[in-house]
């Protein structure tokens, strides 16, 4: 695994990459994406033996860098914490309006087909 300090800035290939990556999980993949107001988190991803995956969002909070950090858990399971982070504020700081807009309307589609369960069912 590779340290966040060790994570070079990202081109607009690999930006582009990721959020490919990100789209493909929002638009096929068996994802489950619900709002809930959390305390102390700003999102939470769960991924059950490779198939089930569900995201929670606090609508409170940064939603597209949440949005950005939990389908990296999904797709990179096996990295760190600190290497989700670095990779989040690497897309975040670069990406471009557009690529916001597709990724919002990503989460609408999803959020209008999943069923909203709390984190305690």
Do not use: F
Not at 10 to 28: E, V
Not at 29 to 55: C, F, H, P, T, Y
Not at 82 to 99: F, G, V
Request: hydrophobic share 40%.
């Amino acid at each position: 695994m590779t340290s966040p300090a060790k994570i070079p800035r990202l081109s607009n290939n690999q930006i582009r990459y990721y959020l490919y990556r990100i789209y493909k999980l929002l638009k096929y993949g068996n994802i489950n994406i619900a709002i809930l107001k959390m305390k102390k988190m700003r999102g939470l991803s769960l991924l059950e033996q490779g198939i089930k995956r569900d995201v929670w969002l606090d609508p409170d909070d940064k939603i597209l860098p949440t949005l950005i950090h939990e389908c990296l858990h999904l797709l990179y399971w096996d990295q760190q914490e600190d290497w989700i982070l670095a990779m989040e504020k690497r897309i975040t700081k670069r990406i471009s309006e557009k690529q916001m807009k597709n990724l919002l309307l990503l989460l609408a589609e999803q959020l209008k087909k999943s069923k909203q369960k709390s984190r305690h069912q």
